[in-house]
């Protein structure tokens, strides 16, 4: 980037985000987990052997941008499709012009397709044939997750990486580096205080982008003072994020929501709305409330009450759909459900002790006859006719599921609370263990 480039009218109107958008592995934020030194994916990029992968993950994580970066890093063509916005025609040009770079120049084209899991299965069809023979390489990126919003066919040939939202140190640092950068806001001489940064940093949600908007918008409307220095306070940060600061110090913060999830254990529905409310009113995002909820509803009521899982996370899409002050009322309603549901926390202790057995035991050697006999070899599809259809024989039959070195291991023991009843009932019927009967064997 040259001088002209900075006094260029178009570059001035470009958003921060944009402005500041790495050019390379070095400067990328975040997402150590898929772009660490020695990463599957920083290798791949650095041999240029990457294949068609999908980016998933929450806005302003940085899919978009390492897509980028890997663009202009391989040196390839770099072409940009929204799914919402190119139809068949659009991907049937960009896949010809592939073909042609590819042919010509030995040069690769890289399709970045937002918002991927928009496309219908017309859409994906035009494009299936290119990415089985190399001619693009496909990078779709979403935040919805791809193997139940997508056609099968093109997620079964990309490789997916998961995105995390980032971290309120690393949106910190690079609103910092925001400020002192020649393309970012060097220019306006910005002294921003370390509290209004860190309240920016806090309430944009892992979104860097949200981020880069809120500072920008307070530098913006920010007067300078008589030696042109542009003074952001906690005061600018908040009504440019449109969120007032935490009326509590981070301590009180983490107490105030420790309680609410121990009241919610603890079957208090008058604690828990408390809590939540003065978090609330405290300057707590309610989303945060909402997915504790959800944490807890299975955590602690569990089997007890199914439908404590569902109350929860209809009360987390209500909100989503209403935003405040009308969603806080399905948000209530499923606080004040999960506390005086039945409590059982039989199904986190399933959990925890299948995932030690996945991790200590690791034992792939299958029943023969679970195995998929589509493409299996003559003695596999035999094994497979001793399967016993639960279905012929009144819905259940029994029949060793689990691996020889787990044979009769028991991860799941229901408690005999609410719904857990009907559960010990039912297993007892089929000679199950159930409760303190199942006891664990090797």
Not at 225 to 230: E, K
Not at 317 to 340: D, H, R, T
């Amino acid at each position: 980037m040259d001088l002209f480039d900075l006094n260029n009218n178009e570059y001035d109107a470009k958003p921060l985000a944009d402005k500041m958008r790495p050019s390379n592995l070095d400067e990328f934020i975040g997402q150590s987990h898929i772009v660490a030194e020695g990463s599957l994916l920083r290798r791949a990029i650095r041999l240029d052997r990457l294949g068609s992968c999908i980016f998933w993950g929450p806005p302003g994580c940085g899919k978009t941008t390492l897509a980028h970066i890997i663009a202009s890093t391989t040196h390839g063509n770099f072409v940009k499709l929204n799914a919402v916005q190119s139809g068949v025609a659009d991907v049937k040009k960009a896949v010809e012009d592939a073909r042609n770079a590819l042919k010509l120049y030995g040069k690769k084209t890289y399709l970045l397709l937002d918002e991927c899991h928009r496309f219908n299965k017309t859409q994906s069809d035009s494009l299936l044939p290119a990415i089985e023979q190399g001619t693009i390489i496909f990078i779709g990126s979403t935040t919805e997750n791809p193997y139940a919003s997508m056609t099968p066919a093109i997620v079964s040939r990309c490789r997916v990486f998961e995105f995390r939202r980032l971290g309120e140190e690393e949106i910190a640092g690079a609103l910092k580096k925001a400020l002192v950068s020649r393309k970012g806001l060097a220019a306006y001489k910005v002294q921003a205080d370390e509290e209004a940064i860190g309240h920016i940093a806090r309430m944009s949600g892992g979104d860097l982008r949200t981020a880069y908007n809120a500072l920008e918008l307070a530098v913006l409307t920010t007067p300078p003072a008589s030696d042109g220095t542009i003074h952001v306070t906690l005061a600018d940060a908040e009504q440019s994020i449109q969120r007032k600061a935490l009326s509590y110090n981070e301590d009180t913060y983490y107490d105030m929501l420790s309680a609410f999830c121990k009241s919610l254990r603890g079957s208090d529905a008058d604690a828990a709305l408390y809590y939540a409310f003065r978090l609330i009113e405290g300057g707590c995002d309610p989303m945060l409330i909402l997915r504790r909820l959800v944490a807890h509803s299975s955590e602690d009521v569990g089997m007890a009450d199914p439908d404590a899982l569902v109350v929860a996370t209809s009360a987390m899409y209500a909100f989503e759909k209403m935003g405040a002050p009308e969603g806080l009322i399905p948000m209530s309603n499923a606080i004040i459900y999960v506390c005086e549901a039945e409590k059982s926390n039989s199904v986190i202790l399933a959990m925890e002790k299948a995932r030690r057995a996945a991790r200590e035991v690791r034992d792939d050697n299958i029943p023969p006859y679970l195995k998929d006999n589509t493409f299996g070899d003559k003695q596999t599809k035999a094994q497979s006719a001793n399967y016993k259809y639960p279905h012929d024989y009144g819905g259940w039959v029994e029949q060793q599921y689990l691996p020889d070195s787990l044979k009769g291991e028991v991860f799941y023991r229901p408690q005999g609370k609410g719904y857990e009843k009907t559960v010990e009932e039912i297993r007892r019927r089929k000679g199950k263990p159930s409760g303190a009967d199942a006891g664990d064997h090797k």
